[in-house]
């Protein structure tokens, strides 16, 4: 027998700057996603310990946990349009002519920019209408949760764009910018 691994041909793929930067892009909002859940647990067991043990509970928690919270969660999504895990009709595409599937992989990812563009436009709205007022309990802006809204919706946009530019070209090149 012998070990089919050392037959394995190994295909590179030559992938554009703008995708590498995208890709750059995807990986630092998820590194971000994932140092904001890190902070959310260290926040909360602070809370939980403050609270329980030494019996003085921080003000600044909960307001730090929302934001921690809202960073996670919309970078997430972004990210998640960005590797195609996040939005998409993936069985109806799967039973479709190639030229009706190109159809429908730009109309979801239409869906997706429109809806990215207007989560970071009403948030960037949100966000600057209350800078002035103080959160109670921390001396964060009211409206700073808003901020990750505002980059989240804005990388889904830029992600779902792209993926649109990549849904029209021929398959060979989609290939390319593929993760």
Known sequence: ?????????AVTLTV???QRVLNALADGAI?????ALLGLVVVQGWQVFARYVINDSPSWTEPVTLLLLATAMSLGAAT?????????????AAHMGPGLRRAVDVFA????????????????????????IKTAGANLPQSINYL???????????FAVNQMVQ?????????????
């Open 31 to 35: 590194y971000i996603a994932v140092l």
């Open 109 to 132: 990812a239409l869906v997706v920019a429109v809806l990215g563009v207007v989560i970071a436009w009403w948030a960037a709205v949100l966000l600057l209408d209350g800078l002035d």
């Open 16 to 18: 554009s700057a703008p």
């Open 80 to 92: 998640g349009v960005h590797t195609r895990r996040h939005f998409g009709f993936f069985l109806l």
């Open 148 to 158: 990750p809204l505002c980059i989240g919706g804005a990388l889904m946009a830029v």
């Open 1 to 9: 027998m012998s070990d089919t691994s050392s037959e394995t041909t």
């Open 167 to 179: 849904a029209v070209q021929p398959a060979d090149v989609v290939a390319e910018g593929d993760r």
